[in-house]
């Protein structure tokens, strides 16, 4: 069974930086990953997403602020945040896809002077 982590969520302020990373037992980001995140009282939304070939997609919320990138040999998808707001606070989600498609477990990030 293929499982996803997720590090690096916590408590920044405004106009700070935060790295997430999702590791996974298996090589479930070549063919995609992406991130996801979730405000209470909000439906889940696409945030950034990585295709087989290396291109990207983001929430223009986010854009010229948030970075996906992924290492293979790590089985591992980043999602690099600068210059966070408050209304990025959300849980955040990876997923990925072999065969099936897997989530992360969520992580908080929350964005608060």
């Known amino acids: 069974q293929v499982q996803l982590v997720e590090s690096g969520g916590g408590l920044v302020q405004p106009g700070g930086s935060l790295r997430l990373s999702c590791a996974a037992s298996g090589s479930v980001f070549s063919a995609y990953g992406s991130w996801y995140r979730q405000a209470p009282g909000k439906q889940r939304e696409l945030v950034a997403h990585?295709?087989?070939?290396?291109?990207?997609n983001y929430a223009d919320s986010v854009k010229g602020r948030f970075t996906i990138s992924r290492d293979n040999a790590k089985n591992t998808v980043y999602l690099q945040m600068n210059s966070l707001k408050s209304e990025d606070t959300a849980v955040y989600y990876c997923k990925g896809f072999r065969l099936s498609v897997y989530w992360g477990q969520g992580i908080q990030v929350t964005v608060s002077a």
């Open positions: 990585i295709t087989s070939g290396g291109n990207t």
